[in-house]
């Protein structure tokens, strides 16, 4: 007897995968309809949607969906009221009010309070909106608290835009823009960084920082409107339109 | 000793003939249950079906769609209810459902019946539907599944 309730337990729980999608099909679920716009060409989903295929994952509560002939040929996404996101096939998941995503041109964008994106190993965060296109590999974070997180730097900036290349099968950033009108900030592991503007690029192994520089590195905080860090060599320089200008105060700890 | 063995032969064949003719009286009821309805329906739709087999289209400039159903019957001067396998066919999809209301003077079609849209890899599932601007907008109602292929 026991045996047989477990029996039909087992059916009952493996039913809801049975009558679930095939391979290859896109689900989508809402509560309270579709309206379809034929001349328009994009159809509106309505209230707590669930988008399921393949490639990705997406809940919403207002979905509108741009097509180019017929209805499954879509073109570009756009959702809108506590976004959430998981591609797998694109490693990347996200999270916020409202969220774009351009099929084809394999473009993601998050809008709103404590929008989020992560990208592999990066991690984006910003209070305004984060873009990342994936066949370019560029990413703009624009807005307050932003900020990128890697393995091995964070950066936190009004406005941080770069560009991630493909090396061995890793995405590393290559290039690297950062501002603010009042302050940025860059960490590494044992280096702090503050400025209003910063570039940084891979090939050349440097970080330059741009007005009201400081660095901290240990004991040492050095200040100017000027400052490069070689990342190869991990040495730095501070300069100053005013010669003058340059601090450096260097306290023992110990 | 199986316990089967202690019954009483005599009995476990009657309990077994009750039972075989109670399951054979269930199955009869609900054939001529069925005959009765089927029966009754008939008898209503010779009665209250306006027109038998409606066709129509709802035309705009740059398609048409076909409209067919089993029964229809005037609601009001405008209105019509069609009924029973209604289909909406255009050169881009079609729509089955039950039950519709069709305002002949805004041209539109209204349901409130399970409804199936069917197109190029595309499919959806509704609790019903309205077809306005000539076919240009679709609404359709309520929980609603979409499979795109």
Avoid at chain 1, 185 to 202: G, H, L, P, R
Avoid at chain 1, 220 to 241: Q, R, W
Wanted: aromatic share 10%; hydrophobic share 40%; net charge negative.
């Amino acid at each position: 007897m026991i045996k047989l309730i477990i029996f039909f337990l087992i059916i009952i729980v493996n039913s809801k995968y049975a009558l679930s999608r095939n391979i290859g099909e896109t689900e989508i679920t809402t509560d309270d309809g579709i309206e379809v716009f034929q001349e328009e060409k994009y159809y509106l989903l309505k209230k707590n949607v669930e988008i399921v295929s393949d490639e990705f994952e997406l809940n919403g509560d207002l979905v509108k969906i741009y097509f180019e002939k017929d209805l499954y040929d879509i073109k570009e996404l756009f959702a809108s009221t506590d976004v959430n996101f998981v591609s797998s096939t694109y490693n990347i998941k996200g999270k916020g009010e409202t969220l774009t995503f351009n099929i084809k041109n394999e473009q993601i964008n998050v809008t709103g309070i404590e929008s989020e994106l992560f990208f592999e190993t990066t991690e984006m965060f910003s209070d305004g909106s984060i873009t990342v296109n994936n066949i370019i590999g560029s990413f703009f974070i624009k807005g307050p608290n932003s900020k990128l997180i890697t393995d091995e730097i964070l950066i936190t900036g009004y406005e941080i835009n770069g560009i991630v290349v493909n090396k061995n099968g890793t995405r590393t950033i290559s290039k690297l823009e950062v501002q603010d009108e009042d302050i940025l900030n860059i960490v590494t592991e044992d280096t702090k960084m503050f400025s209003q503007k910063a570039f940084y690029d891979e090939e050349k192994s440097i970080i330059e920082l741009f007005d009201n520089v400081k660095i901290i590195r240990g004991s040492e905080i050095i200040t100017g409107d000027y400052g490069v860090l070689d990342t190869n060599k991990n040495a730095y320089k501070v300069s100053s339109k005013n010669s003058n200008k340059v601090k450096a105060i260097i306290s023992n700890t110990k | 000793m199986n316990s089967l063995l202690l019954l009483n032969k005599k009995i476990y064949l009657i309990f077994s003939f009750l039972f075989i003719i109670l399951i054979l009286f269930i199955f009869s009821l609900n054939f001529f249950k069925k005959d009765d309805n089927s029966q009754n329906q008939i008898t209503i739709n010779k009665k209250t079906s306006d027109i038998s087999e409606p066709k129509f289209s709802i035309n705009s400039e740059e398609k048409q769609i076909f409209v067919t159903a089993n029964e229809g019957n005037f609601l009001t001067e405008d209105e019509i209810t069609l009924e029973k396998n209604v289909i909406f066919k255009s050169n881009k999809f079609k729509i089955y459902t039950d039950n519709v209301v069709f305002n002949k003077k805004t041209l539109v079609a209204s349901s409130r019946d399970k409804s199936k849209f069917i197109s190029n890899n595309t499919s959806i599932d509704s609790a019903g539907f309205d077809i306005i601007e000539n076919g240009d907008i679709i609404n359709f109602k309520g929980k609603t599944k979409l499979v795109l292929k």
